[in-house]
């Protein structure tokens, strides 16, 4: 029998918006995979982002906002079966959600992080998020950061994240290719995707990008982490994309493998006597 295709639904976002190639290529990728829609979860938190899971045929977890990452892992160690894949934004990821970005990529958990990073709030019309531009004289009404900029490949290098890439969504082939290779890496993987915010951000707009995006050469060798972080700390002229660092490391279901051998952990059987003694262990 044939895979049922992944399918969309009509959105509630502004005509322009670079959430609309995410949503096209990320259901283009997973039409390709083998994996079957019921075997999917797409999480996210709140945002505009956050909404692209509402708009795939699979399963969606929507968690609040900046709580993506735990619902995610919670739900691949639950039922190892599923492919879990998160779409939120940045504000989402890096902002509110900053301290699980941290401890989720140490904890390398098998899910595949899509970040799409419009340097803004775009939900609620347009303040700074963490990887907003440093303010300066060009920046006088728009969104910008009074303090340090958030660097999310370089913290996620630090960090000890097994695979850090950027993409643009200007570029769907490349955005395509690292969204693939994304889902396929075992342990956590994160996608940081530029994208336009066409009705708050006048700066970083689809032309801005456009100008400065370079993917990486063949001479850049995503093993060597020293290299990988002098990468992560471009971001000016020159934007570099694609893969930056990719590690084979154990993941957390090699570290509890009790968690996640043939019975996923839904369908393990707990009598109910283990459950009252459980419980009466708290009384
Ligand atoms: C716990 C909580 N804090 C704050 C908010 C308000 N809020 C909703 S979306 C959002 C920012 C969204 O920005 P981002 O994550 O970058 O997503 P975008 O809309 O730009 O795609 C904020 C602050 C909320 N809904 N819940
Ligand atoms: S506000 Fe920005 S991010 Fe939200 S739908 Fe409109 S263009 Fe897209
Ligand atoms: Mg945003």
Redo the contacts with the bound molecule.
Sequence with gaps: MNKPAFTTYDTAWCPGCG?FAILETLTGVLNQLATPPHQVVLVG???????TNQYITANGFSG????SLPAAAAIKIANNDLTVIVN??????????GNHFLHNIRRNVDITHFV?????????KG?P?P?SDPCDPLHKAAACNMGATFNPLLVALAAGATFVARSFSGDKKHLADMMAAAIKHPGYALVDIL?P?VS?NKINTFAYYKQRVKPLDDRHDPTNKLAAIEKAMEFGDTIPIGILYQQATPTYADKRPELFDNIPLVDKHVPQSAIETLIKSYI
Excluded: M, P, V
Aim: negative net charge.
């Design positions: 959430n938190g709140i945002g505009q982002a956050a909404k609040l906002h900046g709580r939120t934004g940045d504000g989402d990821s890096y902002g509110e959600g799409h990073d419009n340097q803004i709030y775009g939900l609620t303040q998020s990887t994208q915010c708050f």
